[in-house]
């Protein structure tokens, strides 16, 4: 089993930063790690994952060139810094695991979630 706990979630204006950072705890070995987020009324969307294999990371079309993903695997905790947010960012963003080292970009391919921190971008 992997427990996930996401952290730094919180109110900024549009325009500001804001990092998430998400700490893995358990025995199961991780492979690659992402983050999803939900709006309220529509369903969960990719923004990033990366492998901790290739290391490569892959981004949504909606948040490339403004968030950016990183992971220590000595410590197992995923970062994402997110610069530029605009209101339509404002949504409850999860990390996920899974212990495949391949990257996938549906919510159903992952097992393992947090409980998810709430974003909220003031216009």
């Known amino acids: 089993q992997v427990q996930l706990a996401e952290s730094g979630g919180g109110l900024v204006q549009a325009g500001g930063s804001l990092a998430l950072s998400c700490a893995a705890s358990?025995?199961?070995?991780?492979?690659?790690m992402g983050w999803f987020r939900q709006a309220p009324g529509k369903q969960r969307d990719f923004l990033a994952a990366i492998s901790d294999l290739t290391k490569t990371p892959r981004y949504a079309d909606s948040v490339k060139g403004r968030f950016t993903i990183s992971r220590d695997n000595a410590k197992g905790t995923l970062f994402l810094q997110m610069n530029s947010l605009k209101p339509e960012d404002t949504a409850v963003y999860y990390c996920?695991?899974?212990?495949?080292?391949?990257?996938?970009?549906?919510?159903?391919?992952?097992?393992?979630w947090g409980q998810g921190t709430q974003v909220t971008v003031s216009s």
């Open positions: 358990g025995r199961t070995s991780i492979g690659a």
């Open positions: 996920a695991a899974r212990t495949s080292h391949i990257v996938n970009y549906t919510p159903s391919g992952w097992p393992y």
